[in-house]
């Protein structure tokens, strides 16, 4: 039996490699490679590295495609890095680590097209056993009268008469309530605004909104695209009566939205931070930057936030985060109540970098219609532009911060620059120019100079200490 130790190594140009170790959790934060991360931990003791990379996926339903963003990212850095001359390992011997975690239901309608498995017998094993798993999830959490019948129904496609749209929110109404009352992962907080009622009306009209029709003959319907281009305008949405296009996929992936945004809270709060984040600070043997993407952000940030920590983090960057634009905020409503990742401010050495795109169709002009629960306001629970309270801020942009605190910036292209201040605490950096076209457009040269910037002042150190 082979050691405990890096999944692969990822080549560089001149000929050497970097570790790439694949951490996973399950659904509840506990680990289930323990000996790997055993293994990494060791060598960042022995001092093998001088900065570790972690990486959160968000957005991925499958392995493979967690592991293809790792690579892509991650190669795109250390390609520029080389080309920039600065692969030096004197001074940079780095080590990436990816986490792996079960984000099968977190994917939303809007980010990937899932199919249940008896519409289309001929889709391969892996999506089958990601749609399979994506219904068995939604069916524990209805009654259990209406089981059958969701089945039944799922299995239709893009065929429902109105009636039958409404059986199927009623079906689905309990999904919807109980995660909208779920526990996340700390204590409540006292002044949080009511939430809106949940009725089966209203999924009606959400799912309209967030499932156009289609457009063309062979557009599949029941799902919005990833970029502004494929994406039709916000007007040509079709009255809830008409819904007999409604594709069954989609209502069940926004039915699964509230509970893995809530998941990603979970895994980072009692899985990545206690084992990795807050292992790797205490040990201050390397020099730690953290990287999320989607919901990816929330277990990054819940794993930096959720508990005191031994010493800062490095850097910290956010790729088109799937969380509130007010979660850094240090007044949200006027009367003391924060952003629920307020703290990462003061536990991140340098400048944080969010991206945000007005391409982004997922998180401009749809996240806000699906989390709608106190706890989504401010990102309050860690586990005047935008349309609402509720809006993104990989959409948007850092919202709420005093004045200093947060700047808006053009993303540069490779080679251009950042601007260095002590006194930013956030840039949100716009990519709506071309350089983030869409929702996973995020493992590219743009996005690998962000990093290489951020890295960079943290081995020169000459920005906020």
Same mark, same amino acid.
């Given at each position: 039996?082979?050691?405990?130790?890096?999944?692969?190594?990822l080549?560089?140009?001149?000929?050497?490699?970097?570790?790439?170790?694949?951490?996973?959790?399950?659904?509840?934060?506990?680990?289930?490679?323990?000996?790997?991360?055993? %293994?990494?931990?060791?060598?960042?003791?022995?001092?093998?590295?001088?900065?570790?990379?972690?990486?959160?996926?968000?957005?991925?339903?499958? !392995?493979?495609?967690?592991?293809?963003?790792?690579?892509?990212?991650?190669?795109?850095?250390?390609?520029?890095?080389?080309?920039?001359?600065?692969?030096?390992?004197?001074?940079? /011997?780095?080590?990436?680590?990816?986490?792996?975690?079960?984000?099968?239901?977190?994917?939303?309608?809007?980010?990937?097209?899932?199919?249940?498995?008896?519409?289309?017998?001929?889709?391969?094993?892996?999506?089958?056993?990601?749609?399979?798993?994506?219904?068995?999830?939604?069916?524990?959490a209805? /009654?259990?009268?209406?089981?059958? /019948?969701?089945?039944?129904?799922?299995?239709?496609?893009?065929?429902?008469?109105?009636?039958?749209?409404?059986?199927?929110?009623?079906?689905?109404?309990?999904?919807?309530?109980?995660?909208?009352?779920?526990?996340?992962?700390d204590?409540?907080?006292?002044?949080?605004?009511?939430?809106?009622?949940?009725?089966?009306?209203?999924?009606?009209?959400?799912?309209?909104?967030?499932?156009?029709a289609?457009?063309?003959?062979?557009?599949?319907?029941? !799902?919005?695209?990833?970029?502004?281009?494929?994406?039709?305008?916000?007007?040509?949405?079709?009255?809830?009566?008409?819904?007999?296009?409604?594709?069954? $996929?989609?209502?069940? $992936?926004? #039915?699964?939205?509230?509970?893995?945004?809530?998941?990603?809270?979970?895994?980072?709060?009692?899985?990545? *931070?206690?084992?990795?984040?807050?292992?790797?600070?205490?040990?201050?043997?390397? $020099?730690?930057?953290?990287?999320?993407?989607?919901?990816? %952000?929330?277990?990054?940030?819940?794993?930096?936030?959720?508990?005191?920590? #031994?010493?800062?983090?490095?850097?910290?960057l956010?790729?088109?985060?799937?969380?509130?634009?007010?979660?850094?905020? *240090?007044?949200?409503?006027?009367?003391?109540?924060k952003?629920?990742? /307020?703290? %990462?401010l003061?536990?991140?050495?340098?400048?944080?970098?969010?991206?945000?795109?007005?391409?982004?169709?997922?998180? $401009?002009?749809?996240?806000?219609?699906?989390?709608?629960?106190?706890?989504?306001?401010?990102?309050?629970?860690?586990? %005047?532009?935008?349309?609402?309270?509720?809006?993104?801020?990989?959409?948007?942009?850092?919202?709420?911060?005093?004045?200093?605190?947060?700047?808006?910036?053009?993303?540069p292209?490779?080679? *251009?620059?950042?601007?260095?201040?002590?006194?930013?605490?956030?840039?949100g950096?716009?990519?709506?120019?071309?350089?983030?076209?869409?929702?996973?457009?995020?493992?590219?040269?743009?996005?690998?100079?962000?990093?290489?910037?951020?890295v960079?002042?943290?081995?020169?150190?000459?920005?906020?200490?």
């Amino acid at each position: 039996m082979s050691q405990p130790g890096p999944y692969e190594n990822l080549p560089l140009p001149d000929g050497t490699s970097v570790p790439l170790y694949l951490i996973t959790f399950d659904k509840e934060g506990r680990l289930q490679s323990p000996l790997t991360l055993q %293994a990494l931990l060791a060598r960042v003791d022995g001092g093998d590295f001088t900065d570790v990379h972690v990486f959160s996926h968000g957005w991925n339903n499958v !392995f493979k495609d967690a592991l293809q963003l790792y690579r892509g990212f991650f190669g795109n850095y250390f390609r520029l890095r080389h080309d920039r001359g600065l692969n030096n390992s004197t001074s940079y /011997r780095p080590v990436a680590v990816g986490i792996i975690w079960p984000s099968t239901l977190l994917v939303a309608p809007w980010e990937s097209t899932p199919k249940i498995a008896a519409i289309d017998p001929g889709q391969g094993d892996e999506e089958a056993s990601a749609d399979a798993a994506a219904l068995a999830s939604v069916a524990d959490a209805i /009654r259990p009268e209406d089981v059958s /019948r969701l089945y039944e129904l799922s299995e239709r496609g893009a065929t429902f008469n109105p009636a039958e749209a409404k059986e199927f929110a009623n079906i689905l109404l309990p999904v919807y309530q109980q995660a909208a009352g779920s526990p996340q992962t700390d204590a409540d907080i006292a002044n949080q605004p009511a939430a809106p009622a949940i009725t089966a009306e209203s999924l009606l009209a959400l799912w309209q909104q967030m499932s156009p029709a289609p457009q063309t003959a062979d557009q599949e319907p029941g !799902f919005a695209p990833d970029d502004e281009e494929s994406a039709p305008p916000p007007s040509q949405i079709m009255a809830a009566s008409f819904l007999s296009w409604l594709d069954p $996929r989609g209502p069940i $992936r926004v #039915a699964s939205v509230l509970q893995m945004k809530d998941r990603a809270g979970v895994v980072g709060a009692r899985g990545v *931070g206690p084992n990795i984040t807050q292992k790797l600070l205490q040990m201050q043997k390397a $020099r730690v930057h953290l990287i999320g993407h989607s919901y990816g %952000a929330k277990v990054i940030l819940s794993s930096l936030c959720y508990q005191p920590v #031994a010493s800062p983090a490095e850097t910290l960057l956010l790729l088109e985060p799937a969380i509130s634009y007010l979660c850094f905020s *240090g007044e949200i409503d006027g009367h003391g109540l924060k952003g629920g990742y /307020r703290d %990462a401010l003061n536990r991140v050495r340098h400048p944080i970098y969010s991206t945000f795109s007005s391409r982004d169709v997922p998180l $401009r002009r749809l996240f806000h219609l699906a989390v709608i629960r106190q706890s989504d306001w401010g990102e309050q629970k860690i586990a %005047a532009l935008p349309p609402s309270k509720f809006a993104a801020l990989g959409g948007f942009g850092p919202g709420g911060l005093a004045s200093g605190e947060s700047q808006t910036i053009v993303m540069p292209e490779s080679g *251009g620059a950042y601007p260095a201040s002590s006194a930013v605490r956030v840039f949100g950096i716009d990519g709506s120019n071309g350089q983030i076209k869409g929702h996973g457009d995020v493992a590219t040269p743009y996005t690998a100079w962000a990093h290489l910037t951020l890295v960079q002042n943290a081995q020169s150190n000459q920005v906020h200490t």
